[in-house]
């Protein structure tokens, strides 16, 4: 019997943000302060930017970019450093599309995406992906997480 391995979404975590007071600055702050990063005005600048827009999809350089036009005065290294620092605490997850594009997603929980060709669009596939047949996984090793990208092209 093949196995079915089922991807719910996760149940809905606290974020340890219980308190919103609605300034965004301040909502950064604590997010940085409940995963132990200090609020530096750059990683405060850069969160905001981030999550203030609800759950979204980024690289560096888009981030970059907004970071530019907001007047925010930092360097491409130091938007890639804060983006995978904050993957590291779990505020981000990581994902690479086309091998060398990395993207940035706000939405931690468990899901999977849609990657639009040619517009280079990433968008969650909504609900759960049911995977028949896993591959066995070889000794001593056990499955971190699943990343299905579904490449979709204009018919
Ligand atoms: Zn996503």
Redesign the pocket.
Known sequence: MPATIRFDHAPEAPRGDTQRTGCPFHDVRSMLRDVGLRPTRQRLALGWLLFQKG?R?ITAEILHDEATRARVPVSLATVYNTLHQFTEVGLLREFAVDGSKTYF?T?VDE?H?YFVEGDNQ?L?IPGDLTMAAMPAVPEGYEISRVDVIVRLRKK
Do not use: M
């Open positions: 759950d999809h997603d939405n899901h995406h990433v969650d």
